[in-house]
Nanobody, 124 residues
Framework: QVHLVESGGGLVQAGGSLRLSCAAS????????MAWFRQAPGKEREFVAR????????YFADSVKGRFTISVDNAKNTVYLQMISLKPEDTAVYYC?????????????????WGQGTQVTVSS
């Protein structure tokens, strides 16, 4: 079992920035990849970014490339999503998730454990 807790969401104006955190506990050694997804009201859950616990293997959705970065702190078992130049269309609940495979997966069904999510709202 892996337990994930997201934090850092909030309300920000367009052009602003936020840093989301995802603290992982449990059998994280069996989940080499961490990812962020987001889900806006009425839309499907959408891949945002992924990274291996080694710090390698970063991959981003085209919609966030150049604006979002993903990083890990192994000492804290935490994954971060730094978001800058936020746009109203970034508004969503953001979730972190684990993947037992190091292959690049962008569909939610490929991920095993999920956090409860943190709301990000970007006002225009």
């Amino acid at each position: 079992q892996v337990h994930l807790v997201e934090s850092g969401g909030g309300l920000v104006q367009a052009g602003g920035s936020l840093r989301l955190s995802c603290a992982a506990s449990g059998r994280t050694l069996r989940t080499p990849v961490m990812a962020w997804f987001r889900q806006a009201p009425g839309k499907e859950r959408e891949f945002v970014a992924r990274i291996q616990w080694t710090g390698a293997g970063t991959y981003f959705a085209d919609s966030v490339k150049g604006r979002f970065t993903i990083s890990v702190d192994n000492a804290k078992n935490t994954v971060y999503l730094q978001m800058i130049s936020l746009k109203p269309e970034d508004t969503a609940v953001y979730y972190c998730a684990t993947d037992r495979s190091i292959a690049v997966h962008t569909t939610a069904s490929s991920y095993d454990y999920w956090g409860q999510g943190t709301q990000v709202t970007v006002s225009s």
